[in-house]
């Protein structure tokens, strides 16, 4: 099976940087995937790891570690519009299934 | 391009009941997946389906089901529901089974009562 484990909330000011862990544990995937969700709204994607290391994306930038099952988000001057859930998802090799993270509340405060 | 469409966005049933659930996919897109998210719980795969075929099941039981049609629409059935099925269900679609970027729909928000 798979899961994956990450804070359930985390909170910093504007203008900070602001870092969401992902642990996982999975026989096999394809690469680790981070989306964002507004309250009320539907998930969007952010960004993808297939490949170990930091892929970056505006202010957005994410981290893959398969040798450590560890990934993580980083989010660089933190806006208000930047409060909502994320949450990181892998697609398993064995049975192509996706599985997601439980997901963390990020609130940013003026 | 429009994006995925899901109706009806709001559905209140009594238990016992079935409810279908309807997914259309941004054009192009060939491969639907479905989700429960509730309060606390997540994202729940539900199934994903590709040119007409159930790829991939989650771990539901048989009352939820689906179906995929040729124009890439997707329908998802729970039948004899029960109240623990109250949950947002999400749809995703995306160009090829396996792509790591989905496009979610705005969900159907589901009340059993």
């Known amino acids: 099976g798979q899961s994956l484990e990450q804070p359930s909330e985390v909170t910093a000011v504007e203008g900070a940087i602001v870092q969401i862990n992902c642990t996982y544990q999975?026989?096999?995937?394809?690469?680790l995937s981070w989306y964002q969700q507004h309250d009320g709204g539907a998930p969007t994607f952010l960004s993808y790891?297939?490949?170990?290391g930091l892929e970056e994306t505006g202010r957005f930038s994410s981290f893959l570690s398969r040798s450590d099952s560890y990934g993580y988000l980083l989010l660089q001057e933190l806006q208000m519009k930047d409060s909502a859930s994320y949450f990181c998802?892998?697609?398993?090799?064995?049975?192509?299934?996706?599985?997601f993270g439980d997901g963390t509340t990020l609130t940013v405060k003026p | 391009k429009a994006g995925v469409t899901q109706t009806p966005r709001y559905l209140i049933k009594t238990r016992g009941q079935q409810v279908t659930l309807s997914c259309s996919p941004i054009?192009?897109?060939?491969?639907v997946s479905w989700y429960q998210q509730t309060p606390g719980q997540g994202l729940q795969f539900l199934f994903e389906?590709?040119?007409?075929?159930?790829?991939n099941k989650g771990n539901f039981p048989g009352r939820f089901s689906g179906r995929q049609f040729s124009n890439s629409r997707s329908e998802m059935n729970v039948s004899t529901l029960e109240l623990g099925d109250s949950a947002l269900y999400l749809c995703?679609?995306?160009?090829?089974?396996?792509?790591?970027?989905?496009?979610f729909g705005p969900g159907t928000r589901l009340t059993v009562l």
């Open positions: 995703a679609s995306s160009v090829l089974a396996g792509d790591y970027e989905q496009f």
């Open positions: 999975t026989s096999g995937f394809y690469g």
């Open positions: 790891n297939g490949l170990d």
């Open positions: 998802a892998v697609k398993g090799t064995n049975a192509g299934k996706s599985t």
């Open positions: 054009s192009g897109h060939r491969s």
């Open positions: 389906y590709f040119s007409e075929t159930q790829r």
